[in-house]
């Protein structure tokens, strides 16, 4: 909806951040693991997909969006 006509830098972007991040958390996840253990982290896993689904209550609806654009 923002870049309609550069899909494809929005994608390319996307995926860039995305392997990015995926990167930096998996050294992250790893660097917590040898101070916390494993088991712990794992528990932590399990929390942050419901806090995630929390957080999304508070994004706004796409028919709001659009609203606010007319």
């Known amino acids: 909806m923002m870049f309609p006509?550069?899909?494809?830098?929005?994608?390319?972007l996307?995926?860039?951040f995305?392997?990015?991040?995926?990167?930096i958390g998996a050294t992250l996840i790893g660097w917590l693991s040898d101070?916390?253990?494993i088991y712990t982290i794992f528990g932590l896993f399990g929390i942050?997909?419901?806090?995630?689904?929390v957080l999304t209550l508070f994004l706004p609806s796409?028919?709001?969006l659009i609203a606010k654009e007319a």
């Open 18 to 23: 995305g392997i990015g991040a995926g990167g």
């Open 48 to 53: 942050l997909p419901m806090l995630a689904a």
């Open 35 to 37: 101070q916390y253990g």
């Open 5 to 12: 006509k550069n899909i494809g830098l929005v994608s390319g």
């Open 62 to 64: 796409e028919r709001s």
């Open 14 to 16: 996307m995926v860039g």
